[in-house]
């Protein structure tokens, strides 16, 4: 049974979905998709809706995943690692405006030189600390293996290389358990590569695509190479790619690009071309024994619309894989009451519905994120699953600004 969830044995039926999948191959790896700060919160509101007869149980499951107790005292958890984008930062906030009011208050006192976005940056840099520090003790218990923590550059300057760079070494140093994410475009692996040569552990975000994934294993490589020219210590250095997998076949232009020629395309066959884009780069980072590990995100739980079964085919589909999940609030509840078939840990050696890729294939949209050369590096910034997802990341970080500003009385 993966060690990353559980401390002692318990009964496979006992076991939350996330752990089933884990135990397909000791590899994988669970992660928090959110800051640990609001954890224990939402713990207790999952478990107030909890079926009569089930609290005792699901307590236990979230209890394996992450307590603070357990990880000061002992230096582990079930998830393995940590995430964080701008909303779910922005979440963190809400959840207890008042804490961050203060520490709002107390930067500007601090840096009265500070306008409100040096303020806004000061307090993005303590959020990611908070929750480096909260998780640190699994890094040190790990050696540096597990217990990272990413702090993403601002979603607003995707296209600046310099200020992503800066931003990025400011973010490092919040912490040796910080790894930093950076956007999926040609300048945010121009960043990466530079951050790689330094030894920071990197996290490749708003990433849909094999082009991208691609360009990302060579900057990767090529920043190991300058890194161990220069001496630099990679015995803790970690990088991993993220896939957005619902992201990538709800936002990109798959559906438009259908309806103008004609072409009906069904949930499942859009979730075929999830599964054929990610696999196709799994495999091929396997084939090349890149060090970098794939990550999805952006999962879902729906009814199939071929057998009317609650499904997660975006972890389902990748059983037996030792790829990185990084997993919601919402969607680790979701999965607790979804009653899923059992996992097939040969899953991630399946061949995608081949019936669905060729239709798919007729798509420019769909070639262009599935083909080893469907873009250049110049055009991944103008994917539209990209362009989709950078909006409203932008938006949510002009919302946490405007916090700033009105608790500061703008």
């Excluded at 984008?85 to 006192?109: D, G, R, T």
């Excluded at 040796?176 to 990466?192: D, T």
């Excluded at 996290?203 to 920043?223: D, E, W």
């Excluded at 798959?254 to 072409?263: C, L, Q």
Aim: negative net charge; charged residues 25%; glycine residues 8%.
């Amino acid at each position: 049974m993966n060690e990353q969830v559980l401390t002692k044995p318990v009964a496979a039926s006992a076991l939350h979905p996330l752990e089933q999948l884990a135990a397909t191959n000791a590899d994988a790896e669970i992660w928090w998709d959110s800051s640990p700060l609001i954890y224990p919160s939402w713990k207790e509101e999952t478990l107030a809706k909890a079926p009569e007869g089930q609290r005792a149980e699901w307590e236990a499951q979230l209890t394996r995943f992450y307590d603070d107790a357990t990880i000061q005292s002992q230096g582990t958890m079930g998830f393995r690692g940590v995430t964080t984008n701008p909303p779910l930062s922005l979440q963190a906030i809400k959840l207890a405006p008042e804490m961050w009011s203060a520490e709002i208050k107390q930067i500007a006192a601090k840096n009265p030189g500070l306008d409100v976005e040096g303020v806004y940056w000061a307090m993005y840099l303590d959020l990611v600390k908070k929750g480096a520090d909260a998780i640190r003790p699994v890094y040190d218990k790990s050696g540096g293996k597990f217990g990272f923590l990413s702090g993403q550059v601002d979603p607003r300057f995707v296209r600046d290389g310099d200020k992503m760079l800066a931003q990025g070494l400011t973010i490092a140093a919040q912490g040796e358990n910080v790894m930093v994410k950076l956007p999926g475009s040609k300048e945010g692996y121009e960043v990466l590569e530079e951050l790689t040569a330094l030894g920071i552990s990197t996290n490749n975000t708003t990433s849909f695509t094999v082009p991208q994934y691609l360009r990302c294993r060579a900057a990767v490589s090529a920043g190991l190479l300058r890194a161990q020219a220069a001496g630099i210590d990679l015995s803790k250095w970690r990088s991993v790619i993220t896939h957005m997998s619902a992201r990538l076949g709800e936002l990109s232009d798959w559906k438009t690009e259908a309806k103008a020629r004609g072409i009906e395309l069904s949930l499942s066959e859009i979730r075929d071309g999830e599964e054929a884009v990610l696999k196709r780069a799994y495999h091929h980072g396997k084939e090349i024994s890149h060090p970098s590990k794939m990550l999805q995100c952006s999962m879902r739980v729906e009814k199939d619309d071929r057998t009317g079964k609650n499904v997660s085919r975006h972890i389902q589909d990748f059983a037996g894989s030792d790829m990185v999940y990084t997993c919601p609030p919402g969607y680790i509840a979701g999965l607790m009451t979804a009653g899923l078939e059992p996992f097939d840990p040969k899953a991630i050696d399946r061949e995608p519905n081949k019936a669905s890729i060729e239709k798919l294939l007729k798509l420019p949209s769909f070639r262009a994120a599935y083909e080893y050369d469907g873009m250049t590096p110049d055009q991944f910034a103008h994917f539209g699953a990209f362009k989709a997802t950078e909006t409203e990341f932008a938006a949510a970080t002009r919302q946490t600004v405007d916090f700033v500003r009105m608790t500061l009385g703008g």
